[in-house]
């Protein structure tokens, strides 16, 4: 079985695409309705983006996303609500699904180290993947 090509969405909302980030300490979600379990954050943390802006956390909560051959968890993740993207933190998501991730030239693949199938792989669109 071909990988499917993907926009890594779990649920529907306005922004579907996950981005790839090996320097995010956490997963982060600006749509709420991404998350499952989800809870009200109650800490003091701040996630600090671009220039240093600080945003404040929301919530905590579990998500995934679908593959073929079976679902990659997201294990806590943070709603930022006034973050402009989705964000996987790269490091998190491979130790938690026992995975890897491979770039290439034009696409990310994900692969499961245990069966050594490809779940998912996606294109690079500019110089995002």
């Known amino acids: 079985m071909l990988p499917a090509y993907a926009t890594f969405n779990s649920v529907d909302a306005s922004e579907q695409i996950w981005y790839p980030n090996s320097s995010a300490a956490s997963h982060m979600t600006l749509d709420n309705g991404k998350l499952h379990s989800k809870s009200l954050y109650s800490g003091s943390s701040l996630v600090k983006v671009g220039k240093g802006t600080l945003?404040?956390?929301?919530?905590?909560?579990?998500?995934?996303?679908?593959?073929?051959?079976?679902?990659?968890?997201?294990?806590?993740?943070?709603?930022?609500?006034?973050?402009?993207?989705?964000?996987?933190?790269?490091?998190?998501?491979?130790?938690?699904?026992?995975c890897s991730v491979i770039f290439d030239s034009d696409f990310i693949h994900f692969k499961d180290n245990t069966i050594g199938e490809v779940l998912l792989q996606a294109p690079s669109i500019g110089n995002v993947y």
Not at 57 to 77: C, E, W
């Open 55 to 98: 945003l404040p956390i929301k919530h905590i909560g579990q998500s995934y996303v679908s593959t073929p051959i079976k679902p990659l968890h997201l294990n806590h993740v943070l709603h930022v609500p006034q973050l402009r993207h989705n964000l996987l933190f790269i490091r998190k998501l491979c130790r938690d699904n026992n």
